[in-house]
T-cell receptor, first 117, second 112 residues
Framework: EAGVAQSPRYKIIEKRQSVAFWCNPISGHATLYWYQQILGQGPKLLIQFQNNGVVDDSQLPKDRFSAERLKGVDSTLKIQPAKLEDSAVYLC???????????????FGQGTRLTVV | GENVEQHPSTLSVQEGDSAVIKCTYSDSASNYFPWYKQELGKRPQLIID?????GEKKDQRIAVTLNKTAKHFSLHITETQPEDSAVYFCAATYTGGFKTIFGAGTRLFVKA
């Protein structure tokens, strides 16, 4: 089956500019996650969608980050304006709907490496 | 809030030796504990997972153990090989919101 698709793979922008990332999850996966992975650290959850609704966005810096998942399929993550500390890999992941209340495997995309200069 | 602590941050072993990575979690309601392997420049990929109704799970050279009382779980890799060299992340899924929290990662070096 096709995996999680992300674009672009790399992006270099100047601070205070804006940038957008795109994610297409695996077909049929209702849950979509955006993670921020700073070099040498574990992925940090920014936002989680269940279909087109937000399940958790407690770690999303809402003054500059926004995300949407229109129609419950593709998703975009935007940063405006970017700061130097936003330099990281932004990973999108998706998983099947849960049966009961247990978690399931998350399938990750290749990520977008953002460099803010 | 929810938290997952992972130790050690770096682990170096000789080929053929065993490697053990340990994680602790804060929310006793967590019920799913996956382990991901991330090779340099690549995406994290699931290598093994365990649910809260099981104490141990094995898959060839990899095993995971879970102690719900102590709220910790461990990854065991036996007969390590150079291709096991990577960063390993533990994670815990919290039922309140179903979000998955990752540990900081362990960089494993297997020396030939």
């Amino acid at each position: 089956e096709a995996g999680v698709a992300q674009s672009p793979r790399y992006k270099i922008i100047e601070k205070r500019q804006s940038v957008a990332f795109w994610c297409n999850p695996i077909s049929g996966h209702a849950t979509l996650y955006w993670y921020q992975q700073i070099l040498g650290q574990g992925p940090k959850l920014l936002i989680q969608f269940q279909n087109n609704g937000v399940v958790d966005d407690s770690q999303l810096p809402k003054d500059r980050f926004s995300a949407e998942r229109l129609k419950g399929v593709d998703s975009t993550l935007k940063i405006q304006p970017a700061k130097l500390e936003d330099s990281a890999v932004y990973l999108c992941a998706s998983s099947f709907p849960r049966q009961g209340a247990t978690g399931t495997e998350a399938f990750f995309g290749q990520g977008t490496r953002l460099t803010v200069v | 809030g929810e938290n997952v602590e992972q130790h050690p941050s770096t682990l170096s072993v000789q080929e053929g030796d065993s490697a053990v990575i340990k994680c602790t979690y804060s929310d006793s309601a967590s019920n799913y504990f996956p382990w991901y392997k991330q090779e340099l420049g690549k995406r994290p990929q699931l290598i093994i997972d365990i649910r809260s109704n099981v104490g141990e799970k094995k898959d060839q050279r990899i095993a995971v153990t879970l102690n719900k009382t102590a709220k910790h779980f461990s990854l065991h890799i036996t007969e390590t090989q150079p291709e096991d060299s990577a960063v390993y992340f533990c994670a815990a899924t919290y039922t309140g919101g179903f979000k998955t929290i990752f540990g900081a990662g362990t960089r494993l070096f297997v020396k030939a």
